[in-house]
Structure formats: structure tokens, C-alpha cells
């Protein structure tokens, strides 16, 4: 038995074998179940020893060989897999919520164990196939056979898609530098082709217009779920990128363009959530800060950013999550997600507005809330290091608190004698309820978290240390 057999082939199978299943419930009970399942196997049971069950000893391999190629995890990736399988288990749970699990459940799995794929893969060019093929499984989630796919879809699909061609070719310019060292011109090409290509999978500005775009045409709760997967395993992916190659980590200039990247996103991404009359546009911004937290995390010190990184996936994950499904709700019951349309729907469906407004102000950071910790230690350590990207931080994080209370302002002008009336069914109620008190728990005692984390550094060999 192998790792890349139990947390990518298995998965994979599984989700094919869903696909025939038309209860949402059960297909939202046995994802989420056997999600969970995955999670806490792969932190509990080890790699690379003998497990003894009696008279029988399993070792479970770290790689599996297929074609001519390798899938390697390694025992250091344990937690990384507990977390994304953890996460994904929140939307499959979510799913009946959201009156989506017939697709969601099945090509959602699917996607995950293909993006974990996209991590374990050597050589690691073969990356970019598993990550496109991810898309193309990703394009159903979000399109419907009722109507032709809009303008977000479709510049979701080119975007994603023409990151293949560029970490294609990075790799192969790559290995010209490999080979010598001294051209610099070649690895300034290299270092230029691989940035458009994570630009693009990043939907790094000004490539991130597909976001809000499918935000107002898809359906939030799918959205959200690629939100969280597709930047998370694509982070995961490129800073083992960085921590392979010692020039690219060590080149100022590189720290320099992730250090302005990351401020960029999470400025303009900001200014333009608290400018929105659109909450569905106002979650796709707030992802695109998520993402520029991450940059940031990811343009400093490895001792102090790597950490900071796997501190913002958990907090991200859950937002997203109560945002998603709080947005579906809200979307059933009104006409459409504008500001005229959701006025006053705190009173209507107040579990689902005060679980829009919580994910949104944890997104900004608001104290005692899942985002607050992480920000907080990304913005002490960036103020050490550069004061001006300290400053622009605080405009994107201004901003991103602007948005939120105008968002909560409209959802609370009721007329002054409306009654207060709780629209969401049971179910609605418990999942919204749990991610609440979740983001209460991690914004309170972020040391809940650093059993899955802390060990998570020790995956790169060198940024680790």
C-alpha cells in the first residue's frame, strides 16, 4: 500500500462512483464522511513505518510509480493533506445546505484529488496537466445546461489555461539554468515566463476580472469552494517551485515582485470591495486579498513568512465557506445579490446575513474573529522589514472593514415596524451556526490550529529551515 494510492487514486475512484447517486443528502453525508476520513488518516497514520494490526503489518510507501513518473508524499505532507481534505469536508457537509451536492460532491472530489496530484507529482512539470485537467473538471461546477456559459467562465477557462504553456515552459528553460548556472539572461527569461504563469493561475492583477464576474454568474457556494482550492494547492505548489531552485529564493528582485504583487492585490482588491453594490462582488474581492496576504507571507523572511502562510489556509477555508453558503441562501431569496435587491434581509434570513458579515470582517481581520491572528502577525512582520508595504497593508485592510460595514449597513435598513422572521430550514442554521462559532474559535485561540501546522514547514528543504 502507498500514500498517492490512499489520498489521490482512491479519492478519484470514489468520487467516479458517487457520480450515478441522486440524494443530496447521502451524497453530501458520505463526502463529507469520507473526507473526514482522509483528514485524519492522514494525520494520524504514518508513513514510511510498520503498523501493526494484530498478526497483520502494513507499511504505507511514500511514491507511487505510473508511466514512468512518480506521485511522492512524503510523511512531512501528512498535516497539508489532513488540512485540504479537512477543508474540503466543510463544503461537502455544506452541500445539502446549498442544494448543490449532485454535482458539487462528486466533481468536487475529483478536483481536490487532483490538485493534491498536482503537489505530489515528479518531475514536477506534469504538474500543470494535473492542474488544467482540475479546470476542465471545475467547469461544470459552475456552468449550467439551462444557459451558455457567461464572460467569467470563459475567461476563468483561458486564464487557467494559459498558465499551462508558461510552467511548461519555465521547466524547460529551468533546466538550461540547471545546466549552467552563469546565464543570466536565461534564468531572468525563465524567472519571467514561470511569473505570468502563477500570475495567471493566482489571477495575480490585473488578471483576476473572471472572479467577480463569476461571482454574479455562477453559484457562490461552488465558487467558493474553487476559491479555497485551486490558490491554495497552486500556492503549496509554488513555493516548492521557489525552494528548489536556491537563485530564485535568494534573488531580490524576486522577493521584490511577490512583495509589490501581493500589496497590489490586496490594495486594489480592497478599494474595489469598498466601492461594490454587489455582495457577490465583494466576497470575489475579498478573495483576491486572501491571496495577496499570501504573497506578502510569501515575500518574507521563510523563518517567519512560511509559517504565516499555513496560518492564513485554515481561516480561509472556513470563511470562505460560511460566505459561500451564507451568499446562496441570501440569493435564493431575493432577486438578484445587489444592494437594492438583499436590503434589510438581516431581518429575513438572519442567520445567513450575520454569517455574511462574520466571514467578511474575518477576511478584513476584525479582532477575535479566524482572520485576526494571521494579519496581525503578517503585519508586524512586513512593518520590520518595509514601513511603505506595512502602510499599503492597512489601505487594503481599511478597505476590506469598509466594504464589510457597508455590506452589514444594508442588510440591516429594514422598514422600522418589519418583524423579525428566520427563513433558513434547519440544516442551513446548524452549518451557518458551526462555522460562526468556528471562526470565534480560531480568531480566539489560534493555537488550536498549530497541531495541523506546526509540523508544516518541515515539507520544503530549504525555506523550512
Not at 513555493?239 to 530564485?248: A, E, H, P, Q, T
Request: hydrophobic residues 60%.
Amino acid at each position: 500500500m502507498n500514500a498517492p494510492t490512499i489520498w489521490i487514486l482512491t479519492p478519484a475512484i470514489f468520487a467516479i462512483l458517487l457520480m450515478p447517486l441522486r440524494n443530496q443528502r447521502a451524497l453530501s453525508l458520505i463526502g463529507g464522511v469520507f473526507t473526514v476520513l482522509l483528514a485524519v488518516a492522514a494525520q494520524f497514520v504514518p508513513m514510511e513505518q510498520a503498523l501493526r494490526l494484530g498478526t497483520l503489518s502494513l507499511r504505507i510507501e511514500s511514491s507511487l510509480n505510473i508511466l514512468g513518473r512518480q506521485l511522492v508524499i512524503n510523511p512531512q505532507e501528512g498535516p497539508l493533506l489532513a488540512l485540504i481534505y479537512g477543508a474540503t469536508s466543510l463544503w461537502f457537509f455544506g452541500a445539502e445546505a446549498s442544494k448543490s451536492a449532485l454535482r458539487f460532491v462528486p466533481l468536487g472530489l475529483l478536483v481536490t484529488a487532483l490538485m493534491v496530484a498536482s503537489i505530489a507529482v515528479e518531475p514536477f512539470l506534469f504538474a500543470a496537466l494535473f492542474i488544467e485537467t482540475a479546470v476542465l473538471l471545475a467547469v461544470p461546477l459552475v456552468t449550467s445546461i439551462d444557459k451558455p456559459p457567461g464572460k467569467g467562465i470563459i475567461r476563468f477557462l483561458i486564464y487557467q489555461t494559459l498558465a499551462m504553456p508558461c510552467i511548461l515552459t519555465s521547466g524547460w528553460l529551468l533546466a538550461g539554468v540547471e545546466a549552467s548556472p552563469g546565464n543570466l539572461t536565461l534564468a531572468a527569461q525563465s524567472a519571467a515566463v514561470l511569473g505570468l504563469g502563477f500570475a495567471f493561475l493566482l489571477a495575480v492583477f490585473p488578471l483576476y476580472n473572471w472572479i467577480p464576474m463569476l461571482l454574479e454568474e455562477s453559484p457562490p457556494f461552488t465558487v467558493g469552494f474553487l476559491l479555497w482550492i485551486l490558490p491554495t494547492a497552486t500556492l503549496v505548489f509554488g513555493v516548492g517551485f521557489i525552494d528548489r531552485y536556491s537563485w530564485l529564493r535568494t534573488s531580490p528582485q524576486f522577493v521584490t515582485a511577490l512583495r509589490f504583487s501581493g500589496l497590489l492585490m490586496l490594495a486594489t482588491g480592497g478599494l474595489w470591495a469598498a466601492f461594490q453594490n454587489h455582495i457577490g462582488r465583494i466576497m470575489a474581492y475579498g478573495s483576491i486579498a486572501e491571496t495577496g496576504f499570501a504573497l506578502l507571507a510569501l515575500s518574507l523572511d521563510s523563518r517567519v513568512g512560511i509559517p504565516i502562510l499555513f496560518l492564513l489556509f485554515p481561516a480561509r477555508a472556513l470563511g470562505l465557506a460560511v460566505w459561500s453558503l451564507a451568499l446562496t441562501i441570501l440569493k435564493e431569496r431575493s432577486k438578484s445579490m445587489r444592494f437594492s435587491d438583499v436590503r434589510g434581509m438581516l431581518r429575513i434570513a438572519p442567520i445567513a446575513g450575520a454569517g455574511l458579515a462574520l466571514a467578511s470582517l474575518s477576511t478584513s481581520g476584525f479582532p477575535l474573529l479566524g482572520g485576526f491572528p494571521a494579519r496581525l502577525a503578517l503585519w508586524d512582520a512586513l512593518a520590520r522589514v518595509s514601513l511603505t508595504g506595512a502602510f499599503w497593508m492597512g489601505v487594503g485592510v481599511i478597505s476590506l472593514f469598509a466594504a464589510s460595514f457597508r455590506m452589514l449597513a444594508v442588510l440591516s435598513m429594514a422598514d422600522e415596524y418589519a418583524g423579525w422572521e428566520a427563513n433558513e430550514n434547519w440544516l442551513q442554521a446548524l452549518m451557518l451556526g458551526l462555522g460562526i462559532i468556528g471562526l470565534f474559535i480560531l480568531g480566539l485561540f489560534p493555537q488550536a490550529v498549530q497541531f495541523f501546522l506546526a509540523d508544516l514547514p518541515a515539507m520544503f528543504e530549504h525555506l523550512g529551515q
